[in-house]
């Protein structure tokens, strides 16, 4: 089906109007940052020292205060503390499980809120972020997709999440610290919290690059995974503009069923989604693409399906991350029974592909997969309401 409307759907993005008063600088792009300083007043000649300077206190040892930044003249910390802001998302709430994961309830901009998770692991910790308020896609299995999209948060909203997280696990150096100094607690970010993010895609980008700045945050585009149901006209320019990994919610081996999981499936289906997705590790010389796919009991977890998957993905490097479903109040499904979902492992494993089953974590906090839906928007459909919605 041709798409007429633009997929980024940038009017959702508030502010609409810039605030009066300060400048916020979080999520600015070097270059706006450039363009922000020269019209504030900076020398056009000194600028781009400045963008450095000031890039490597906020990005690289996290500090907020412009009086703080000690290599800049004090009068110029002045002028900049007068005009401008260094400010993140606030934490509301932290909830911590029985297995270290952390959940974050964060409040934005409108006085709107969402969830951040960290997954600490014995060789990585990852940070799972999100791009909106809610989600336009109503994916029948995923508690977020429940909650209306309320809408695109900003490039500084994204960024800001990784910096509280930093913030609360301590993880900023000290200014003048080598690099490399501490371990990375947060060392992999995935773009898999509330929102679809290629439907706010400059904002993911713009986040992203600070992200991936070698003079800041400086993650690896290969240690950030960004997980999309299938926008397939933005996927190419993933690849072009981020680079980063690709996950894909797959879920289903038929369009008949994928229609009722991720109904995104209806727009562009099965077919036209893998077809994009050959090209994907070709055009950001990308390693495998994870096919993320959920096991509902009765529903996607026959060997039939098992086996179909392995014939449709034929030709990708991938690997297939197979999800126990997490429970949610009022959902449909239930979570395949264990040994089907290691019959299902199998026989993706013996087609020479690896399929790894990810363990639930935070599970006791709501904060496993799919199970994300900030605290604000309290609307609950019934268990009849979504049986009779995905035809159950």
Not at 75 to 95: N, T, W
Not at 132 to 147: A, D, E, P
Not at 334 to 351: G, M, P, T, V
Request: hydrophobic share 40%; net charge neutral.
């Amino acid at each position: 089906m041709t798409q007429t409307a633009p997929i980024t759907q940038d009017v959702l993005t508030i502010p609409r109007k810039l605030p009066e008063g300060p400048v916020n600088l979080v999520g600015l792009t070097r270059d706006t940052l450039r363009e922000v300083l020269i019209a504030h007043g900076t020398p056009e000649k000194q600028a781009k020292m400045r963008v450095n300077q000031i890039w490597q206190w906020i990005y690289q040892w996290g500090v907020r205060d412009f009086h703080a930044m000690t290599n800049l003249a004090k009068a110029y910390r002045a002028e900049l503390a007068e005009k401008f802001v260094v400010a993140i998302p606030e934490v509301v709430s932290k909830q911590v499980s029985a297995d270290g994961t952390r959940k974050y309830l964060v409040r934005i901009a409108g006085g709107h809120e969402v969830e951040v998770v960290y997954i600490p692991e014995t060789d990585r910790g990852t940070l799972c972020i999100s791009s909106q308020v809610g989600c336009t896609l109503t994916c029948s299995f995923c508690h977020t997709g429940t909650q209306k999209l309320v809408r695109n948060l900003t490039a500084g909203e994204i960024i800001g999440q990784v910096m509280l997280a930093r913030d609360d696990l301590n993880e900023w150096p000290k200014p003048g610290e080598p690099a490399g100094e501490r371990p990375r607690l947060i060392s992999n970010i995935v773009l898999m919290g509330m929102g679809e993010p290629l439907y706010n895609f400059d904002n993911v980008r713009d986040a992203m690059k600070i992200a991936m700045d070698g003079e800041g945050i400086s993650l690896s585009r290969r240690r950030i995974t960004l997980s999309t149901s299938g926008v397939v006209p933005e996927i190419a320019k993933t690849a072009e503009e981020i680079g980063c990994l690709l996950a894909v919610s797959f879920h289903a081996t038929t369009d008949e069923v994928r229609d009722t999981l991720v109904p995104i499936n209806k727009k562009w289906n099965i077919a036209t989604l893998l077809e994009t997705l050959r090209d994907y590790p070709r055009l950001s010389n990308s390693e495998r693409i994870t096919f993320e796919y959920v096991m509902l009991k009765g529903v996607n977890d026959s060997d039939a399906d098992a086996r179909r998957l392995v014939q449709l993905i034929k030709g990708i490097p991938a690997k297939i991350n197979l999800i126990p479903f997490n429970e949610w109040p009022g959902s449909p499904y239930q979570r395949s029974d264990w040994e089907r979902i290691e019959r299902f492992a199998d026989i993706i494993y013996k087609a020479g592909y690896a399929s790894p089953i990810r363990t639930p974590r935070g599970e006791d906090i709501m904060a496993a997969c799919g199970q994300l839906k900030s605290a604000t928007e309290r609307a609950r459909k019934s268990r009849a309401q979504i049986e009779a919605e995905v035809g159950h």
